[in-house]
């Protein structure tokens, strides 16, 4: 006599396999949906370990030390005042260099037109 649950053994039938599939993908947005996320104390100070942290326990509160914190803000200090220091250097120097560079660039071209079709008469002659 069989056991009164079924057969124990008997396969999945396609049904019965979508079903179990849709259980667990809805199980698992539903997770996604409803995760906590952790507080994150300096907001423009993360970091690519933060973000690592971040992608491995989200509900982990990140913090930056002191010494750290301090650290990062002197960088991207140094950082701004690179950038301005080479902005005003760049600023000027560029519109000069475009300006010559335009009548001095399209000189050149000229000249290289010009200059290829005599080569290449001077190349068939020589070939000849």
Do not use: W, Y
Request: hydrophobic share 30%; aromatic share 0%; net charge positive.
């Amino acid at each position: 006599m069989a056991p009164p649950g079924g057969k124990i053994n008997r396969p999945k039938t396609e049904l019965g396999k979508k079903l179990f599939k849709r259980r667990r993908v809805l199980g698992r947005q539903k997770k996604k949906q409803n995760q906590i996320i952790g507080a994150v104390a300096d907001q423009g100070l993360i970091t690519v370990h933060h973000l690592r942290k971040r992608r491995s326990s989200p509900r982990a509160n990140i913090t930056l030390s002191g010494k750290k914190r301090r650290k990062l803000l002197k960088q991207l200090q140094h950082l701004q005042k690179e950038k301005s220091s080479m902005e005003a250097e760049a600023g000027p120097a560029p519109q000069k260099k475009n300006a010559a560079s335009s009548s001095s660039a399209a000189a050149p071209k000229k000249r290289k037109k010009a200059g290829s079709g005599c080569q290449g008469d001077v190349e068939m002659e020589d070939v000849e």
